[in-house]
């Protein structure tokens, strides 16, 4: 698999509710924003903390390539909170949270449980990932210029996908160590996407709108309904035999790239 790092910049003037005038729809990817870039960071620092471990040059390279990746989603993605922040959101204490949690995360497990934390977390963001690339219909209706950033970024987590689970395994990350990871992680995860969710359409005045929550509900679960698509790719990963390259993405990875580059000629 080519891991590309495309240093891309996503500048334009971009509505509030930029996915086609839905507020609810355009927090809940904001929300997910709020959490890449101190969650992009401790990815990085988990996988170069087993850096001695890796004999593999093969392996060595995409490290650096997929460190490369992720430290330019963390600065689009702060480039993006900052317009957040500019529409009012409680961008800061939200990314203070999380700095937090993962401070605490740091601090209580061990580095190769640290590691394991990343393989999951990277195996969301590659499921999420090929979901957003597999349904045009989920970024159907949105800006231009955002649609392009997360199809930029759902390409480059499934180009990078393998990279935390080969150096996981190459230090001696076992089943139960990755299982149990993902067990913690899950739960903890989608509670603060429905924290963020929920802070974000406060600070809207629509946490109480049942109309919000169920363009939201009906979004993410029944149309297009990407999530009821993650079960099986999630379940998968519980299987001791799994290895996130076994999710074929390539055939879609390669029409958006196209469509990316198209997108970076026209910039
Ligand atoms: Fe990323
Ligand atoms: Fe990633």
Aim: net charge neutral; proline share 5%; charged share 25%.
């Amino acid at each position: 698999m080519t891991i590309e790092v495309r240093n891309l910049r996503f500048d334009a003037l971009i509505p509030k509710y930029w996915h086609g005038g839905r507020r609810s729809v355009s927090t809940f990817l904001d929300g997910l924003s709020i959490f890449f870039p101190a969650g992009e960071r401790f990815f990085i620092n988990s996988v170069l903390a087993h850096e001695k471990c890796v004999k593999d040059p093969e392996l060595l390279a995409q490290m650096r390539a997929f460190v490369a990746q992720e430290a330019l989603h963390t600065r689009e993605h702060l480039r993006y909170n900052a317009r957040l922040r500019a529409h009012g959101y409680p961008v800061d204490a939200m990314e203070r949270r999380v700095i937090k949690l993962l401070d605490r995360v740091t601090r209580i497990l061990p580095p190769r449980l640290q590691l394991g934390v990343t393989c999951a977390l990277e195996h969301f963001t590659a499921v999420m990932g090929q979901m957003v690339l597999a349904d045009p219909r989920i970024l159907d209706g949105a800006d231009e210029t955002m649609a392009a950033l997360w199809r930029w970024h759902s390409i480059e987590e499934n180009e990078h996908r393998s990279v935390a689970f080969d150096v996981f395994k190459a230090a001696g990350g076992t089943y139960p160590e990755r299982a149990i990871t993902m067990f913690g992680v899950s739960v903890v995860f989608w509670a603060k996407v429905f924290e963020h969710q929920a802070r974000l359409m406060h600070a809207d005045g629509t946490s109480a709108s049942p109309k919000e929550w169920a363009d939201l509900g009906i979004h993410l679960f029944v149309t297009p309904g990407g999530m009821t698509k993650l079960i099986g790719p999630y379940f998968a990963y519980y299987r001791p035999s799994f290895h996130p390259s076994e999710r074929g993405a390539e055939p879609l990875l390669d029409t958006y790239r196209t469509a990316l580059a198209n997108f970076e000629a026209a910039a």
